[in-house]
């Protein structure tokens, strides 16, 4: 006789670990706490700095006139954020244009190292001297040359940001990944698909790096020019009422140009997340 058996019931299978209700609200709960401490920790940064700030001039360790207190300062703002505000617009867009002068040109030196060793060879000892000079002491050279207002100025950013820019591209460039030119070597390509398709975007990461160490130079800068040239500016504010012996507002600017660098550093961050996602997601994360 045929043994007829009633069919065994069908096990469900069992679902993969972390994929449940409860490992999205995990992740959830994880992505929520990331970004309060994005948000929070460096409010806690300011807080501890602000703090540490205040002991320094309520000790006297330093002389109150070179370190005003805190509130001084806060105050030296409020009685003029028209006029601070004003000057601040002025630094940012020299920051900002010198800046997009030095990343321009810089990229374009550092393809252009990157394409030919004798020309590497034959530029870079130059490059490295030029920067090596204290671009403080170019200052008066430059308004000679130049005049006062702007132009001097944006010099002096462009010279103090295209070196990083200029050798993180030539670095970048020159040291592509080996598996990456061994993939372009087995597709034949040409020299232009193998720098639009593989060696530039794998050199962007190193390029940003570049950027994001040029950007506070570049606020470093336009302070420096408007030292020698400017007319107006955070800058000249610093110099003009330090030498005065209002040392409260001098340190409003500096503070300023502090806040105005970040920023700019924060956005540049920003767009390199934006324009890079695969960086995050192929290098591991602290």
């Known amino acids: 006789m045929t043994d007829v058996r009633s069919p065994e019931p069908a096990v469900a299978a069992s679902p993969p670990p972390g994929a449940g209700p409860e490992a999205g609200w995990a992740g959830r709960r994880a992505g929520v706490r990331a970004g309060a401490e994005a948000a929070l920790l460096p409010v806690a940064g300011l807080l501890v700095a602000l703090a540490a700030w205040w002991l320094v001039a309520r000790l006297e360790l330093i002389p109150p006139a070179a370190l005003p207190p805190p509130g001084g300062v806060f105050t030296a703002f409020v009685d003029k954020p028209a006029r601070m505000l004003e000057h601040t ?28 060793r004798a020309v590497e060879r034959m530029f870079t000892p130059l490059l490295v001297a030029v920067n090596a000079v204290p671009k403080i002491t170019l200052g008066p050279l430059l308004v000679v040359a130049l005049g006062w207002g702007q132009k001097p100025i944006l010099t002096m950013v462009f010279l103090l940001c295209f070196f990083p820019i200029v050798l993180s591209t030539a670095t970048g460039l020159t040291t592509t990944p080996a598996d990456l030119a061994e993939l372009v070597r087995s597709w034949n390509a040409s020299r232009w698909q193998a720098f639009r398709k593989v060696r530039f975007p794998a050199a962007l990461p190193q390029i940003f790096v570049g950027l994001k160490v040029a950007m506070p130079l570049a606020a470093i800068g336009a302070v420096i020019g408007e030292f020698q040239a400017g007319e107006s500016g955070l800058g000249y504010v610093i110099l003009q009422y330090a030498g005065v012996g209002d040392y409260a507002t001098a340190w409003a600017a500096i503070l300023l140009v502090a806040l105005v660098s970040i920023l700019l550093y924060a956005a540049l961050v920003l767009v390199e997340r934006i324009a890079l996602p695969w960086v995050r997601e192929t290098t591991s994360s602290r």
């Open 89 to 116: 617009w002025d630094t940012l867009l020299e920051i900002v244009f010198g800046f997009a002068l030095s990343a321009a040109a810089g990229v374009l030196i550092g393809l252009t190292l990157a394409s030919s």
